[in-house]
């Protein structure tokens, strides 16, 4: 037996490696890129897809599997009557103290005799996208009665309270038609004042590490994957919740439709909530930008999809969108085409639609409003004569809308009503409690067949278990009876480097270092020591980066928000991860070796990188010699560390990776 240190490798080769720097550092995805469309062979192979699109769209919100549905406490009040419609006050809880707040409008009059079903009338969503106030919305108020009337004069609206306010226009047609419509505030905006703004950015003083100590975009809210997004999506979720606790609502006529911001929100419900029976995103879905707010991306939502596959999730049910000249502009030609194909070969080509009002500047105006009507005229078999069109209404303002009591309206706020940095840190310890409690009864019972999906998801297992690694000779020389060599490994991702040691006499064992503190193997088994993503060099890291992409924006700008990389690209421990899967395959799948035994041996927070590899490939490594000694996925305090797995704690941690792995 001969004794093969590691050493060789690292003195011998140290000087080879740092003067060939790695060229996998390349610039971020961002949400400014081209996000196509990836189309399925055929239609029975989109089940499967779709199933992967919802559980990434799901996790990625932070609600998978979703939160435990506390009691809605709802409270409908102050209706006022209208001509063909009734709109009531309502706020129920998604979580406790937490406070959704809206307008319901329904039918009323000569109304309440369309859109029956057996006695049961359709229920439509309307989250309200970036319009400043949402449902309270005035545009006499932000640009004057010029601007309304610039709208009817240019086609884009007939009526000057539907000008005023499109939002609630939607609402009054929808009550026109029979069907029960919900317009819910967005975070901070109208009545969802216990947020003080719509989205924030990093707080030092909201970064505590425990549970009620911090609020959203700190690294312990990142690693738990609770952001404002997840939170709007909850909301949504919990809206179609309170809408079927209402009497006479057709559970199969459920459906969704906001523009902007409120476009993506319809996207995201549609695709995790299977409730939903139809979809009508107005000029969000595209090839190109896909959003740009904090209440638009969030970690892990727009790796290996784009807001294309995201709308798609809901086909074969009924899809309708609309574009305009924004970012939508060439739909027509960019997304649109696919849509198609992929409804036709669901053998439902009438279930997709897209009308491309480019003409118009970014909107929910009375054109693209009469094609939703006609979307759901036809899909809910409401049966009313084409084209539906809007009729005059009196404008509805804060006084007949707004929530609570200094608003116009008579209701007080409820008892422990919190708002600000005190509200943030509670919802978010709730959320981490519920989360920690679903845990910790999967680990109990046994039972790995969530936290596979989350893992799985997070490190991408699917798109690399089946790598095809091979290697490619740099450098080769030998000391005594031992071969040295360097090269590059070529499997799932750019070539990267790695450094060999192989004895004369091997017996069929690779033992695959990743850390320097290995003192060595005994025996004449070959050591492998691959160049992990960004282990010697700086460049290879989280990126920092902004929204817009500008450097110069204030330390605590919403801007900074670690979704706008985590939400594109894979993070470091993830590429490291994919690095040890290709070094792993190109063992096995070396044409000269006849490798019986794999070894990996790790320590620190590369044993977690062992851990994953093992979860992926499973028994192609035979034996892992870890020790992640006090490494702790919970200890990370930046959202930028190399260590840094948005929500690896929400998943188990390092515990549960070891579970996992089967070790």
């Known amino acids: 037996m001969m004794k093969v240190y590691l050493h060789i490798c690292l003195t011998g080769l140290a000087g080879i490696l740092s003067l060939r720097a790695d060229t996998r550092f390349t610039d971020p ?75 319901l409008f329904t039918p009323s009059g000569e109304s309440e005799n369309l859109g029956l079903i057996n ?10 996208g970036h319009w ?51 317009a819910y505030d967005m975070l901070g905006e109208a009545d969802s004042i216990q947020f003080l703004e719509h989205r924030r950015g990093p707080r030092d003083h909201m970064n505590g590490t425990e549970p009620g100590e911090f609020g ?55 695709a995790i909530d299977d409730r939903i029976d139809a979809a009508f995103p107005c000029v969000m879905p595209s090839t190109a930008m896909q959003g740009g707010c904090t209440c638009e991306n969030t970690h892990y939502l727009r790796i290996g999809q784009g807001n294309m ?46 009308h491309f009002d480019i003409h118009f500047k970014h909107n929910y105006n009375h054109v693209s409003r009469t094609h939703l009507y ?83 998801i997070i490190l991408r297992g699917d798109d690399v278990r089946g790598t095809e690694a091979s290697f490619e000779l740099s450098e080769k020389s030998t000391e005594g009876e031992v071969v040295t060599m360097t090269g590059t490994i070529s499997g799932n991702s750019s070539p990267f480097r790695a450094a060999f040691s192989h004895p004369s006499d091997w017996n069929g064992e690779v033992h695959i270092i990743l850390s320097d503190t290995q003192a060595g193997t005994e025996g004449n088994a070959s050591i492998v020591t691959p160049y992990l993503y960004g282990l010697q060099d700086e460049k290879a890291r989280n990126t920092p980066m902004t929204y817009s992409g500008k450097k110069d924006v204030p330390a605590d ?3 900074r928000s670690p979704v706008y990389f985590y939400g594109y690209n894979d993070s470091v421990f993830v590429r490291r991860v994919h690095d040890l899967v290709s070094t792993v395959a190109m063992v096995r799948q070396h044409p000269k070796w006849e490798t019986k035994k794999v ?34 996925f919970s200890s990370i305090n930046d959202n930028w560390s190399d260590e840094m797995v948005p929500g690896a704690v929400k998943y188990g941690g390092i515990k549960a990776l070891q579970i996992l792995a089967g070790d």
């Open 29 to 103: 995805v961002t949400l400014h890129d081209y996000h196509p469309f990836r189309a399925v062979a055929s239609g029975d192979d989109w089940e499967a897809r779709k199933k992967e699109i919802r559980l990434r769209t799901q996790l990625a919100c932070g609600l998978y599997p979703f939160p435990e549905k506390t009691p809605l406490n709802a409270k409908r009040f102050g209706a006022v009557q209208g001509d063909g419609f009734t709109v009531e006050r309502v706020y129920l809880e998604s979580f406790p103290g937490h406070y959704v707040t809206g307008s």
């Open 119 to 128: 006695g049961k009338r359709p229920a439509i969503l309307c989250p309200h």
């Open 132 to 182: 400043k106030n949402g449902r309270l919305y005035d545009a006499e108020n932000a640009g004057g009665h010029r601007s309304v009337k610039y709208q009817i004069a240019n086609g884009g609206e007939r009526f000057e309270a539907a000008a005023r306010n499109p939002i609630v226009a939607r609402c009054v047609q929808l009550a026109r038609m029979g069907c029960v419509a919900f």
């Open 216 to 270: 959203f975009v700190s690294p312990a809210a990142t690693l738990r994957l609770q952001t404002n997004f997840g939170l709007q999506s909850w909301n949504s979720v919990r809206a179609l919740d309170f809408l079927l606790t209402l009497d006479g609502i057709d559970e199969n006529r459920l459906g969704v439709t906001g523009a902007s911001g409120g476009g993506t929100q319809t996207m995201i419900s549609a």
């Open 309 to 354: 596959d995201i709308a798609a999730a809901l086909a074969p049910k009924p899809l309708g969108m609309t574009a305009a000249d924004d970012w939508t502009i060439e739909l027509e030609t960019k997304g649109h085409p696919d849509l198609i194909d992929l409804f036709k070969k669901l053998n439902a080509p009438k279930n997709y639609e897209a």
């Open 374 to 456: 006609s979307f759901v005229n036809r899909h809910f078999q409401i049966g009313l004569e084409e084209p539906v069109l809007e009729r005059d209404f009196q404008h509805l303002g804060r006084k007949e809308l707004a929530i609570w009591a200094e608003g116009g309206a008579a209701e007080p706020k409820p008892d422990g009503y919190e708002t600000g940095d005190q509200h943030e840190k509670a919802l978010n310890r709730l959320w981490a409690e519920d989360s920690a409690k679903q845990l910790a009864e999967a680990l109990e019972k046994g039972d790995q067949t969530w936290l596979r999906e989350a893992w799985n």
């Open 557 to 559: 700008s919403w801007q």
């Open 599 to 632: 070894v990996i041996k790790a320590d620190g927070s590369l044993a977690a990188v062992a851990y994953a590899a093992r979860f992926i490939l499973g028994d192609r490594i035979d034996e892992l010699e870890v020790d992640a000694g006090e490494f702790s």
